[in-house]
């Protein structure tokens, strides 16, 4: 039996590749803890979360102060008997994003040192039910965009092959959002799949008018319509419209998924790995949302949720949108609009680790020993 020795941390502040807006904000950095575990074989796993700007500091200080100490000595396989002791530990402060994102970072490290041992990829070891996934794209589709280029990016994206593209919406009125997703239908034809995202931008009343405006574009889905702790305003929603809507990316408790699906407040599961706590519970939400009948189409991370929506049989699509290149070596594999599971054994992220080291801010760097 192996057991854990050491624990480094790291975060590294990484920009957004392009201007990226909202119906509430925008996301100008991406602050990310980078967790990696070393066993007394000497094997080891890398791990990683993220904020969109605030909070990395909290997140670093949560993990060398409260979670990487107790660590040491245990045996690195015993996954969910730690997750759910550090859990437990940091009950007064769940279930919240700091908690959830440094849970997160320490969790995708042990399955990577996990699926490192086993010589086996993630995707394999998680449940291995395709070797592939369908792609979408955001990155052409924030809100400050204009008409024509986002109609420009979606037939690019269409021609390589991609599912859908994303188009953020939440303008002052709602016109100017159906003029712009009017103007991307008609550009890519009925079975190309437009996705729209709020960001829980509205009322619940300014969503049902909303939805019955956008009904005739067929939409994919109306992701985060509203703030995520309003579950019943999201169950009237949904009960109004025929147009799916999609939740998770603000979701950080599996109970608050079981919620949503058992009341009938959502189609489409966005459960995020660094939102969540890591991919002890993502996986429980994927097999939570497969006896409901609903797809998991994981928020962001794309570089690491490939490999989940290849795990699990509901796994329908990954998000487009780079973050990792400044800190990989290969980047993730993509032919004819769908993205390759990774065939290497792990989490199936190459890191360049000259460059994470040379990019991690030094009063966060942090080694601890057995």
């Not at 997140?59 to 102060?65: G, I, K, Q, T």
């Not at 660590?71 to 959830?100: K, M, S, V, Y």
């Not at 109306?222 to 949904?238: C, F, M, N």
């Amino acid at each position: 039996m192996a057991k854990i020795e050491k624990i480094e941390l790291r975060m590294v502040d990484l920009v957004p590749k392009v201007k990226r807006t909202d119906a509430i904000q925008s996301f100008v950095s991406q602050e990310t803890p980078i967790v990696t575990i070393t066993d007394s074989d000497g094997a080891s796993g890398t791990g990683y979360s993220y904020t969109i700007g605030t909070g990395g500091s909290s997140v670093m200080r949560l993990l060398a102060d409260h979670l990487a100490p107790r660590l040491i000595g245990r045996d690195a396989d015993q996954i969910e008997a730690i997750w759910h002791e550090l859990e437990f530990a940091t009950h007064a402060t769940t279930i919240g994003a700091i908690t959830a994102i440094a849970l997160a970072a320490i969790d995708t490290a042990l399955w990577d040192l996990r699926a490192k041992k086993q010589n086996l990829p993630l995707w394999k070891l998680a449940g291995g039910a395709k070797d592939r996934c369908p792609l979408y794209t955001t990155e052409g589709g924030w809100l400050h965009i204009g008409t024509q280029a986002l109609v420009d990016d979606a037939l690019e994206a269409k021609a390589k092959g991609f599912t859908g593209s994303k188009v953020k919406i939440g303008k002052p009125h709602g016109s100017e959002d159906f003029s712009r997703l009017s103007a991307v239908r008609k550009a890519v034809g009925d079975s190309y799949e437009i996705m729209t995202d709020c960001n829980q931008g509205f009322s619940v009343d300014e969503a049902v008018r909303r939805a019955e405006r956008l009904r005739e574009l067929d939409l994919a889905w109306i992701e985060e319509p509203l703030p995520a702790d309003d579950i019943d305003g999201h169950v009237r929603l949904s009960n109004s419209t025929a147009t799916p809507i999609a939740v998770g990316e603000s979701l950080y408790s599996i109970r608050h998924f079981r919620e949503y699906m058992q009341k009938g407040g959502c189609n489409i599961i966005q459960v995020d790995v660094g939102r969540i706590g890591g991919i002890t519970p993502w996986l429980k939400v994927a097999h939570a949302a497969e006896a409901f009948d609903m797809p998991v189409c994981p928020h962001f991370l794309m570089e690491l949720h490939v490999s989940l929506v290849c795990a699990i049989q509901n796994g329908k699509y990954v998000e487009y949108i780079p973050q990792l290149d400044e800190l990989t070596d290969a980047k993730m594999r993509i032919e004819n609009g769908h993205a390759l599971a990774p065939s290497e054994p792990g989490i199936g992220i190459d890191w360049d680790w000259d460059a994470v080291k040379a990019k991690s801010i030094a009063e966060f760097t942090t080694a601890i020993v057995k």
